[in-house]
């Protein structure tokens, strides 16, 4: 992936944890995140990665830890600390969040055109003709064609939903991405299509992305570096083939050798 | 501005079986409270304890309990329904406030100080010395694309409000044009998003107006306001502007061609007419010896 | 260009009762601008485990390796991440990539990610199937469903799009009929001449007389039993 201009990381991740009640969400979690790079973050069910990239992504407070992220203007900021207007707004411009479920990040009763020119409507976007025309050439780049971008995303295949749902997020141009199995559910050849584009966009767009996932195809495929999760703490960390093909944790091992069932 | 005297029981002589305009005067208070909140906040929705009426919500409960909060003896008050002075909903009302709270009632817009109305504005341009009070079904402008409450009381108070475009969007990409005809959103002095009840957007224009304007949502217990002369912008794109529309012919009675008309069927073989849909606005004009292109023939008929 | 000094690599089955497994002890040997040595060994001597150590795939349990300048063992894997996609090119024994992937742009793909021009990328690897003697039907098709010549030639034409510094070349000729092994051969020898530093593993003895200056044999590093 192309690197940034700045040499700073683009998200600092410090001691982030979150609990539920006695439970650990996840626990002490560092890591940078520098431009153009792709992470991928793995882990059986229940180990925290959905918890851990909601606290990164604003939905969760994490009660323990800074989220620092560099900002437009280059400023760093603890996007923990700061206000909800703020965060909220980052949420529409800078940030992406690509759901696992669709149904979690369009919605259904709007029109595809509708679902991807919602983020420019609330970026202040005020011209129909320019609004429709965005929509119909991000629906080009995700490979929905033009004449369904006045149907609703439940006429549309599971595919198709996850492509829509990316391209409603990629609309403001993003710097950062966020993915919560973005390929559950779908069968392995949509899962394909869908990868390839994902790394086609990363690409282009110079985007950095955090992908949860629990299936190592899709990490090798698409993220630069690893983190493997279990029972909320980080137990191992690296370039993904690495720690794929070598790694070094009983719990990687494990996990790579698909003794167990992730 | 607004006239807020509390009216003590000893107002009430008269109506032993009710207190004054029926509410007890810590509900009035209370209510009362929210109507300055809402002129205070001009936009903001206000939530409030809506108490039970006797008459059935949809027979706007809000806007009564409103209505029931402003009056005073000294006040004259007017019920429209959709323009009209003679509806079972108008005259009910009407009967209602004659009943408990004993006030002198009209059909007259210019008489009226306080004004009840559901889903219109009326033409005569009112008065800084007149109250509007709107009876309100869904105050929540943003609820047909988002359901969460929470979520939508969050948009509010973080001006969010791009779901409101996707909302025209919408329209324009279905109808060609942006279709929603009443209850069209406006944004009030640049901060709130506002439902302004469902009058039809070709009242949208009359909301900067000089009387106050209270709106009452029973149901969803909310009241929200806006001050004299506030601004009101309806919400539009700049490739599809806001149009105050209305049917493009004048008054088949009166003549009038700046008016909201309704489209009534006289017989069974599909003859149509257009008339006011403001009654007073339209025999007041007749009086004056305007006359439509049937209005003469009705004339004739009468003599 | 490429300095490795004392590397030892052990691996540890944490499942299977804690077994460690020592490989490699003391790996010494220095790689210059427009040579190629050759590893030998025997098979399981740690060729390929040297070789994927230099390419940060392996982790490597001591010592240094120094490719232009960056220590791939305590490098963090931004830095590796830069080197390989700039610098360090590497012909792995296996095709991976995203299925769907048009031929030509996973050959296209080392130079698309430097952020070379699309056409450009593109027509350099149009020459580079070409003269490894790819049908051109087969280049708009993914090749996932290619015999496994085919896919061989793929990977080193992806392996030789960028012109790379330092190369490691994981048995490049391997079932590959005569005339695509000279084509090997030849491309090997250009990079050599451009300055490339490689290092290399050939089982055909020819091949590698023809491109190695000289061999290093890895058994020298495997560790005696204790
Ligand atoms: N809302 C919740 N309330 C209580 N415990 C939770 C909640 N969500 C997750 N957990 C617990 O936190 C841990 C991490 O879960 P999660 O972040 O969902 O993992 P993953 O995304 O890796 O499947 C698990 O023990 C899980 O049971
Ligand atoms: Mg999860
Ligand atoms: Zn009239």
């Known amino acids: ?262 | 501005m607004m006239d807020l005297r509390e009216n003590g029981p000893e107002t009430a002589t008269e109506m032993t079986d009710y207190n004054f305009a029926y509410l007890d005067e810590q509900t009035k208070r209370m209510i009362r409270r929210a109507i300055l909140k809402g002129l205070a906040i001009p936009g903001y929705q206000v939530p409030f304890a809506s108490r039970e009426m006797p008459m059935p919500y949809g027979w706007g409960t809000g806007g009564v309990q409103v209505s029931a909060a402003t009056l005073t003896p000294e006040d004259t008050f007017k019920v429209i329904d959709q323009g009209a002075d003679d509806t079972t909903n108008a005259v009910s009302i009407r009967k209602f406030f004659e009943r408990t709270a004993g006030v002198a009632t009209t059909e007259e817009t210019s008489k009226a100080s306080v004004i009840q109305t559901r889903h219109r504005i009326p033409e005569e341009p009112l008065r800084e010395d007149q109250i509007l009070v709107y009876q309100v079904p869904i105050p929540e402008p943003l609820r047909f694309l988002e359901p969460s409450e929470v979520e939508t009381r969050k948009m509010h108070s973080l001006e969010e409000y791009g779901l409101m475009h996707v909302k025209l969007y919408e329209d324009i990409s279905r109808h060609g044009a942006i279709a929603t005809a009443y209850a069209y959103p406006v944004k009030v002095e640049g901060r709130y998003v506002m439902d302004p009840s469902p009058i039809p957007k070709f009242d949208n224009p009359k909301l900067e107006m000089a009387a106050i304007q209270l709106f009452g949502a029973g149901r969803e217990q909310r009241i929200y306001a806006l001050p004299p002369w506030c601004r009101v912008v309806s919400l539009d794109f700049e490739d599809y502007p806001f149009e105050a529309s209305k049917a493009d012919a004048p008054c088949d009675l009166c003549g009038a061609d700046d008016s909201y008309l309704d489209e009534v069927i006289m017989d069974d073989s599909g003859t149509r007419m257009f008339v006011c849909s403001d009654t007073d606005y339209c025999a007041s004009r007749r009086a004056a010896g305007h006359v439509g292109a049937q209005g003469a023939i009705e004339q004739e008929g009468a003599a | 260009m490429i300095e490795i000094e004392g590397v030892a690599k052990t691996f540890t089955l944490h499942n299977q009762g804690c077994v460690v497994i020592p490989v490699m002890q003391g790996a010494t040997l220095s790689v210059a601008r427009g040579d190629c040595v050759g590893l030998i060994g025997a098979s399981g001597a740690g060729k390929s485990t040297l070789m994927r150590m230099i390419y940060g795939n392996y982790l490597a349990a001591e010592g240094r390796i120094v490719v232009d300048g960056v220590d791939v063992v305590q490098a963090p894997p931004r830095e590796i991440l830069a080197l390989r996609r700039e610098t360090l090119g590497y012909v792995s024994q296996f095709l991976r990539v995203v299925p769907r992937v048009p031929t030509l742009d996973v050959v296209a793909e080392p130079l698309l990610v430097l952020g070379v021009d699309a056409e450009v990328a593109r027509n350099r690897a149009r020459a580079l199937l070409t003269r490894l003697r790819i049908p051109e039907r087969l280049w708009a098709l993914s090749p996932t469903s290619f015999s496994g010549g085919e896919q061989q030639r793929v990977n080193i034409a992806r392996g030789f799009a960028h012109d790379y510094p330092a190369l490691l070349l994981d048995e490049p000729t391997a079932s590959l009929d005569a005339a695509n092994r000279d084509t090997v051969l030849e491309l090997i020898e250009e990079a050599k001449a451009r300055g490339a530093a490689i290092i290399g593993i050939f089982h055909d003895e020819a091949a590698r007389e023809r491109v190695c200056d000289r061999v290093v044999d890895v058994s020298a590093y495997t560790p005696r039993a204790a």
């Open chain 1, 1 to 262: 992936m192309i690197q940034g201009e700045t040499n700073g990381p683009l998200l600092s991740v410090r001691g982030v944890t979150h609990m539920y009640g006695k439970r650990i969400g996840c626990a002490d979690v560092h890591f940078d995140l520098y431009p153009g790079e792709v992470m991928g973050i793995v882990g059986e069910s229940g180990s925290g990665k959905s918890t851990l990239l909601n606290c990164l992504a604003g939905h969760l407070v994490p009660d323990r830890g800074e989220v620092l992220f560099e900002m437009r203007d280059g400023a760093v900021k603890d996007t923990v600390t700061m206000s909800e207007p703020e965060r909220r707004m980052l949420g529409r411009t800078d940030w992406a969040f690509v759901h696992q479920h669709a149904r979690d990040g369009l919605r259904m009763n709007v029109s595809a055109g509708g679902n991807v020119g919602e983020r420019l409507m609330a970026v202040g976007a005020r011209h129909y003709g320019g609004i429709r025309a965005e929509a119909v050439d991000w629906l080009d780049r995700v490979e929905i064609a033009e004449s369904r971008v006045d149907d609703r995303p439940t006429q549309f295949s599971g595919g198709m939903q996850q492509r829509l749902q990316i391209a409603r997020n990629l609309v403001t141009g993003p710097r950062l991405v966020f993915m919560d199995e973005p390929t559950g559910g779908l069968d392995v050849s949509v899962q394909a299509r869908l990868l390839d584009l994902l790394r086609g966009l990363v690409r282009e767009m110079g985007l950095s992305a955090i992908i949860v996932t629990h299936d190592l195809a899709v990490v090798r495929l698409l993220a630069d570096r690893l983190m493997v999760m279990k029972d909320g703490q980080v137990v191992e960390t690296g370039l993904t083939d690495q720690v794929l093909d070598d790694p070094q944790h009983a719990y990687t091992q494990l996990l790579v050798s698909s003794v167990l069932q992730v």
